[in-house]
T-cell receptor, first 109, second 116 residues
Framework: DAKTTQPNSMESNEEEPVHLPCNHS???????IHWYRQLPSQGPEYVIH???SNVNNRMASLAIAEDRKSSTLILHRATLRDAAVYYC??????????FGTGTRLQVFP | DADVTQTPRNRITKTGKRIMLECSQT?????MYWYRQDPGLGLRLIYY???????NKGEISDGYSVSRQAQAKFSLSLESAIPNQTALYFC???????????????FGAGSRLTVL
């Protein structure tokens, strides 16, 4: 299974944009890039996913590098409720979804 | 009601006891998963099932077994619990769009298990 690399932790101030990076240099052509987040004391929740093109939804944007070896999750205006662990995961057609340790995002008022 | 329901939410048991964690879903999804999370770590895949007759081992299946009783139900059993199985367990579901990595997971709230 292809692996991802993320920083252990990041910090942001409230209402500022946050760019969470993810490296996935061994990605294959059919792997989708998924992002999930886990709020304190909750199960993970889906944030966004993409294959090749940049994606936007109500929660975030996903910017995918042209060679697909890296991607960035963008929270346009961080709020205190965005403090969570963010997981970047590659998902292939076998449908196993292997999590790493993620990035812990702290948001300060 | 939650889309994915896990029971019990909390359980304390003793070494050697048999424990079953249950998961039920109302999303009509074919695919169900069991993950384990240890403090400060990410999630590790224990077992996954693509339909009632298709069950597969994940990264860490030793010491665990599963049963897919129906499309909506997927149970995880610890036949003889040991202390290092103390963890937070999550059930998840996803659609089964064939040959697609686009399927999105929906997680339950988790079952916290403590083995003394």
């Amino acid at each position: 299974d292809a692996k991802t690399t993320q920083p252990n932790s990041m910090e942001s101030n409230e209402e500022e944009p946050v760019h969470l990076p993810c490296n996935h240099s061994t990605i294959s052509g059919t792997d989708y890039i998924h992002w999930y987040r886990q709020l304190p004391s909750q199960g993970p929740e889906y944030v966004i996913h993409g294959l090749t093109s940049n994606v936007n939804n109500r929660m975030a944007s996903l910017a995918i590098a042209e060679d697909r070896k890296s991607s960035t999750l963008i929270l346009h205006r961080a709020t205190l409720r965005d403090a969570a662990v963010y997981y970047c995961i590659l998902r292939d057609y076998t449908d196993k979804l292997i999590f790493g340790t993620g990035t812990r995002l702290q948001v300060f008022p | 009601d939650a889309d994915v329901t896990q029971t019990p939410r909390n359980r304390i048991t003793k070494t050697g006891k048999r424990i079953m964690l249950e998961c039920s879903q109302t999303k009509g999804h074919d695919r169900m998963y069991w993950y384990r999370q240890d403090p400060g770590l990410g999630l590790r895949l224990i077992y996954y099932s693509f339909d009632v007759k298709d069950i597969n081992k994940g990264e860490i299946s030793d010491g665990y077994s599963v049963s897919r009783q129906a499309q909506a139900k997927f149970s995880l059993s610890l036949e003889s619990a040991i202390p290092n199985q103390t963890a937070l367990y999550f059930c998840a579901t996803s659609e089964g769009i064939k040959d697609s990595g686009a399927n999105v997971l929906t997680f339950g709230a988790g079952s916290r298990l403590t083995v003394l």
